[in-house]
């Protein structure tokens, strides 16, 4: 008998090591781009140790059982008696329960070092939104960079102030590892150290609604001189835009998360083009017609289902609270829309 379990040990260690090299080889994880993942990732290597072995220690033992304590043919004979090993049934439950604490000991020790806060951390306001995002930079003389790409320094924390407009939203990039919801009326937070430049593509992690499959958005992390440059060039081209109507109205656009639904370049969306709209004679959904004038758009920001474009009876626009000068800079900006 001690043969058999010197025999089945070895084996629950060979069959071990080859699947988690199997595993290992696979790639599982995508590539590291975050002091959060590096942590994350030592913590899920330990995990897949554990997998791989409770694995060979269960499939193992079952399959030699199989194969050679099987009935021989013409063997009649009852097995064995077995009554219970108080000792064996003992060891299984305490050394389980010391691997599940230290696992919890980590996991704590691991999550507290993610989220380590840095005083100097940069603060980005994100808002999530069906079906989209919109990433809002620290005011600089006054003037605030609203961008639909989060961009970010690489070897910078970043602290992600996060909120939504409408249902809970969750923000992930697989990168990044972590994630975090986005509940209406609350902020949460989020925090990550980007490591590695590249482009990247954030994702909403929480079924949200028709077009969640669509909710995602580019993350550009580069250099702190690159970050500089593009935060100058934003700065200079918000500058521009608060000295007309049409420039303010296309910079609150873009911050209230209005082309997630409404195309501007003729392409269907979750709500009609603006490309166009202006002046355009709209077909409603109780058969009449009316002309997308000035006191239309002005109503159908304010009221959105007062009167309901035909084909899109199924979509509910929430109402957002502008002001009547806000609303007419959104109108002069749709009117350039041709």
Not at 130 to 152: A, I, M
Not at 199 to 219: D, F, I, Q
Request: glycine share 6%; with cysteine; net charge negative.
């Amino acid at each position: 008998m001690q043969r058999h379990f010197v025999i089945v040990g070895i084996l629950v260690i060979v069959m071990a090591v080859l699947i988690y090299i199997g595993l290992d080889s696979v790639g599982l994880m995508p590539v590291q781009a975050s002091t959060q993942a590096s942590d994350i990732d030592w913590m899920w290597n330990l995990e897949v140790i554990a997998m791989s072995f409770l694995f060979a220690l269960i499939v193992v033992p079952l399959v030699y059982s199989l194969i050679v304590f099987r009935r021989r043919e013409g063997d009649t004979t009852d097995a064995e008696h077995m009554e219970g090993n108080t000792k064996l049934e003992i060891t299984w439950t305490i050394l389980p329960l010391f691997v599940v604490m230290a696992f919890a000991y980590l996991g704590a020790v691991n999550l507290a070092e993610t989220r380590r806060v840095d005083p100097e951390a940069m603060v980005v306001n994100v808002t999530g939104l069906q079906w989209s995002w919109t990433f809002e930079y620290p005011p600089v003389n006054g003037l605030t960079v609203v961008s639909d790409e989060l961009h970010l320094p690489v070897g910078k924390q970043v602290l992600l102030r996060m909120t939504s407009n409408d249902v809970i939203h969750s923000f992930w990039v697989p990168e990044f590892r972590v994630k975090q919801d986005l509940v209406p009326g609350r902020i949460t937070e989020l925090r990550i150290t980007p490591t590695l430049e590249g482009n990247y593509k954030v994702r909403c992690a929480e079924l949200c609604g028709t077009a969640h499959y669509s909710m995602e958005k580019p993350v550009i992390v580069s250099s702190q001189a690159d970050f500089d440059a593009w935060m100058t060039e934003q700065l200079a081209l918000a500058e521009e835009a608060s000295q007309t109507p049409e420039g303010r109205g296309e910079a609150l656009v873009a911050a209230s998360g209005c082309v997630a639904c409404h195309s501007t370049n003729g392409s269907p969306g979750i709500g009609p083009t603006w490309l166009n709209l202006f002046g355009r004679q709209e077909a409603l959904t109780d058969g009449s017609v009316v002309t997308a004038d000035e006191a239309y758009i002005h109503e159908s920001i304010r009221a959105p289902q007062a009167k309901i474009v035909a084909g899109f009876e199924n979509q509910l626009m929430p109402a957002y609270d502008f002001t009547d000068e806000q609303i007419a800079d959104i109108i002069a900006y749709i009117k350039t829309l041709k």
